[in-house]
């Protein structure tokens, strides 16, 4: 079955240490996976995904097909990184979503 | 561009009663989706619209209908509410579909309570 795993609901860490958000997924194909974050009062909106390789505010996550994993991390945390993050996979030609749990990281001061 | 809008933003419901979640975007896209945010279990795909007049069925659809008749438009029905209905439901549209060229654009979430 396709499926997301993010298996930490809650992840603390104070301002200016590393963050690594965990996102490992079942699927026999190539996957298409993406970032979604959720700002306190905000709209759910799209991070970064994996065929950009690319950095957004200072995140990367980059796709480890032989551990099935896509975690998120960023070297730096800030304040303003504190969010609900999920993880999602597209399977090829399904025109469907599939979400992580979330993972909600608070960053303190 | 309003980009996705919902409405109503809160929705209190009695068993057995129906009603419409709407969803309408302006920004021409083709595929519209409809999810429910529960606690602990992400968001799961209800139903979703690669274009007007074509809709399918998601993870958890039971109990929810939906039509496409324009481009803007994917109401999401509930014909006879249940508390395991209480949920917030989100709305999303894309360019085209889900694949990795594709950004979901959400809405702002519907929060209803069916008691």
């Known amino acids: 079955a396709q499926r997301v795993t993010q298996p930490e609901k809650l992840l603390s860490v104070f301002k200016g240490a590393p963050v690594e958000l965990k996102c490992n997924y079942s699927y026999s194909g190539s996957p298409e996976l993406f970032w979604y974050v959720q700002y306190s009062r905000q709209r759910l909106q799209l991070l970064l995904r994996?065929?950009s390789r690319e950095s957004i505010k200072g995140f990367t996550a980059d796709l480890n097909k032989g551990e099935t994993s896509f975690h998120l991390k960023k070297p730096f945390a800030q304040e303003e990184d504190s969010a609900m993050y999920y993880c999602?996979?597209?399977?090829?030609?399904?025109?469907?979503?599939?979400f992580g749990t979330g993972t909600r990281l608070q960053v303190f001061p | 561009n309003a980009g996705v809008t919902q409405t109503p933003k809160f929705q209190v419901l009695k068993t057995g009663q129906s009603m419409t979640l709407q969803c309408a975007q302006d920004?021409?896209?083709?595929?519209m989706s409809w999810y429910r945010q529960d606690p602990g279990m992400g968001l799961r795909l209800i139903h979703y619209?690669?274009?007007?007049?074509?809709?399918d069925q998601g993870e958890v659809p039971n109990g929810y209908n939906v039509s496409r008749s324009t481009t803007e438009d994917f109401p999401l029905r509930l014909l006879s509410a249940a508390p395991s209905q209480t949920s917030v439901y989100f709305c999303?549209?894309?360019?085209?579909?889900?694949?990795?060229?594709?950004?979901?654009?959400f809405g702002p979430g519907t929060r209803l309570t069916v008691l």
């Open positions: 619209s690669v274009g007007a007049g074509i809709t």
């Open positions: 999602a996979l597209s399977p090829i030609s399904t025109d469907k979503l599939i």
């Open positions: 920004m021409n896209h083709e595929y």
């Open positions: 994996h065929i």
């Open positions: 999303a549209s894309s360019t085209t579909g889900t694949s990795a060229y594709n950004e979901q654009f």
